[in-house]
């Protein structure tokens, strides 16, 4: 495997390990010490915010495939400033709308939602110029700055204003967005003497960047749509109490992006330069190996909230279930997502992730008219991305996935919940691992064999 793709996974999970402490904390620390309501106000608008992205049409995504591959200090500066500008003019007039609209129907979330626009998809702008071109010490440094800033000032309001309006929180997760995409801006004009320009507009470098990052964009979109969906059910048939439990259980499976979202971000760029059908084929069940081993986190997990947060405990079931989709989502989206893209094959992308999205709605509706549930939407989930999975594997014949890898998946999909669900924590703990090791040493030995190289080579550099 590459030795950029090794490095820039470990810069880029160094960042989420830091990242994830300040995750940790405030998932701790806000649903222990906030009323209920405002920890749901809260998680409404980051509920909200999770389809900011949506707003920029694709332009984002143009960029991210336009550079993709390439080294950042050769590219053509002039061309680069003037996306910058027109990106920047673009997300204003969007943001403007959008808090008209809010101002309209008296909706402060929808206000907050538009002041959002601007400062998160120009950092964006940025974050995603650094992943397509294998700039990841740039990226770590501001996934770090990102979540430092938002810990360091909700807590602020947590301990020392000791506010408990869920708004207040809120405005200076905004703040933090504003500051980190001022700093990523001064990077990029003072590393590449960017001209300084904020009126330059071009409808030309708009129409194709938005042309050919809208099939891409169309594509996350979907995705969002799919891992929102249960939310947004469950905001609409049940109360704020189900709501907030249902949003802690999602915040607890996020934790996991320490370690998901290292492989989703350099595997695009690794695709894009490596050709040899063999080392896709490895880095493939690698990463399937990876994806088992992530899940065991929910024990720990588990613990902590029954400890620290008692209140919470109901959201525990759901939280299994959703950890459980992170074993396959790690897979679908570090590799097949991946794929798709540096094979410029966004449209099936898209026509695929329709196809999940429509299953996923019948499956959420039906899981909850036969349980009633908060769980139910967990349930419908985790069974809409074992559909994606299987819609993504025949698009891609020349990945070896046979009896050996079905199998494995299958094996230790069904250990998880069985160790999950029916057992206390530290002997599921045991049980699943000891399951892990055993059933990866019997059927993906060479892969286990050649990520465990990898580790150690790492570790003694």
């Not at 400033?81 to 007039?93: C, G």
């Not at 990029?188 to 891409?216: H, N, Q």
């Not at 059910?233 to 109360?239: A, E, H, Q, R, Y």
């Not at 250990?415 to 040493?441: E, K, M, N, R, S």
């Amino acid at each position: 495997m590459a030795k950029s793709l090794k490095r820039g996974m470990t810069v880029v999970m160094a960042a989420n390990l830091i990242n994830m402490v300040f995750s940790l904390l405030n998932t701790i620390l806000l649903p222990r010490f906030l009323p209920v309501p405002a920890y749901a106000a809260l998680k409404t608008y980051m509920l909200y915010a999770g389809y900011v992205g949506v707003l920029h049409l694709g332009f984002l995504d143009g960029i991210y495939l336009k550079y993709g591959g390439k080294d950042l200090d050769t590219l053509d500066r002039d061309n680069l400033a003037l996306h910058v500008s027109t990106a920047r003019l673009f997300q204003l007039a969007v943001t403007l709308s959008v808090v008209t609209v809010g101002f309209v129907i008296h909706d402060p979330i929808v206000v907050a939602f538009g002041l959002t626009v601007l400062p998160v998809n120009m950092a964006d702008f940025f974050k995603f110029l650094y992943q397509a071109c294998g700039e990841f010490s740039v990226y770590g440094a501001a996934l770090c700055g990102s979540g430092a800033s938002v810990f360091i000032l909700q807590m602020l309001l947590l301990f020392g204003l000791k506010r408990g309006d869920g708004m207040a929180y809120v405005g200076v997760m905004i703040v933090a967005y504003v500051v980190v995409w001022v700093i990523l801006e001064i990077y990029i004009r003072r590393r590449l003497k960017l001209a300084r320009s904020y009126t330059r507009f071009s409808f030309t470098a708009m129409r194709e960047s938005i042309g050919s990052g809208l099939p891409l964009m169309l594509g996350n979109l979907s995705s969002i749509v799919l891992t929102g969906m249960d939310r947004w059910f469950i905001k609409g048939l049940m109360d704020d109490t189900a709501f907030a439990m249902y949003a802690f259980a999602v915040s607890v499976e996020g934790l996991l992006n320490v370690a998901v979202q290292p492989v989703c971000i350099t595997m695009y760029n690794y695709f894009c330069r490596e050709t040899d059908r063999e080392k896709v084929n490895q880095a493939h069940n690698m990463v399937m190996i990876l994806g088992a081993f992530l899940v065991i986190a929910i024990f720990p997990a588990r613990f902590v909230v029954e400890w620290l947060v008692p209140n919470y405990v109901d959201a525990i079931p759901v939280a299994i279930l959703l950890f459980a989709t992170q074993m396959l989502y790690v897979l679908i989206k570090g590799v097949y997502v991946n794929l798709y893209k540096a094979e410029k094959r966004q449209g099936r992308y898209f026509r695929r992730l329709l196809i999940v999205i429509v299953a996923a709605f019948a499956l959420n509706a039906g899981m909850w008219l036969l349980m009633h549930t908060k769980e139910a939407f967990a349930v419908g989930t985790l069974a809409a991305v074992v559909f994606w999975l299987v819609l993504c594997v025949p698009d891609f014949k020349q990945l070896r996935f046979g009896f050996r890898e079905g199998a494995y998946l299958i094996v230790m999909m069904t250990a998880y919940l069985l160790c999950a669900f029916c057992l206390p924590t530290i002997p599921g703990c045991a049980a699943y691992l000891a399951a892990f090791a055993l059933v990866t040493v019997l059927l993906l030995r060479k892969d286990l064999r050649t990520a465990i190289g990898l580790i150690f080579s790492r570790a003694k550099r």
